[in-house]
């Protein structure tokens, strides 16, 4: 089964600062990619996706991440961040047509 | 357009007792799934369904049964619910195998 790792738990940034989450997973075969948010509270919101073509990929809310395939990698980032961003940030691959697997997430606190 | 709705938000239960989830998506999406939460766990899948009348097992689907019914309606049920079970569940759907959207979650606890 996939593996996806977020190796940042929690990470604590003043506002400006710029942000960037890592994540890695285990498949080397063709995957869809994604990001999710969880704003204190709320369900699980879609940043932004990768199925195919320009490796970099551009979501809501100024959040962009890159796809570098020989690193496993699609990391997720943001150039200034704001109070606002505070939330659970997850990873999620998936493997198949139906398979979602999600990293165990990224705790985002913003300091104002 | 509700998108997902998840019924009930929070629920407390004895160790054996029974309860169903329900899972419902306004948006004729064909896949529906069920999630659940843990801390420091992320979200495992539990069970999905790819059409209505169809369910399939998902990464952790011990304890756990569905139905699917309607197109509209997923639901999971718990015959003898257990402490181990105390989490966040999650519904998602989607129109095929692309974007999940996600409802509020439900809150369980099993003392």
């Known amino acids: 089964a996939q593996s996806v790792s977020q190796h940042n738990h929690h990470v604590i940034l003043s506002e400006a600062a710029s942000l960037e989450l890592g994540c890695n997973y285990s498949y080397g075969g063709t995957v869809n990619l994604f990001w999710y948010v969880q704003y204190p509270g709320q369900h699980l919101q879609l940043l932004l996706k990768?199925?195919?073509?320009?490796?970099l990929v551009k979501g809501i809310k100024g959040f962009e991440a890159e796809f570098i395939k020989s690193k496993f990698s699609f990391n997720l980032r943001k150039p200034s961040v704001q109070w606002s961003d505070t939330a659970e940030y997850f990873c999620?691959?998936?493997?198949?047509?139906?398979?979602?697997?999600f990293g165990t997430g990224t705790r985002l606190t913003v300091i104002p | 357009n509700a998108g997902v709705t998840q019924t009930p938000k929070f629920r407390v239960l004895k160790t054996g007792q029974s309860m169903t989830l329900l899972c419902a998506q306004d948006m004729n999406h064909e896949y529906m799934y069920w999630y659940r939460q843990d801390p420091g766990m992320g979200l495992r899948l539990i069970h999905y369904s790819v059409g209505e009348g169809t369910t399939a097992k998902g990464e952790v689907p011990d304890g756990y049964n569905v139905s699917r019914l309607k197109k509209q309606n997923f639901l999971l049920g718990l015959e003898s619910a257990a402490p181990s079970q105390t989490s966040v569940y999650f519904c998602a759907s989607s129109r095929d195998t692309d974007t999940q959207y996600f409802g509020p979650g439900t809150r369980l606890t099993v003392l």
């Open positions: 990768y199925f195919s073509g320009d490796p």
């Open positions: 999620a691959v998936k493997e198949g047509a139906n398979n979602l697997f």
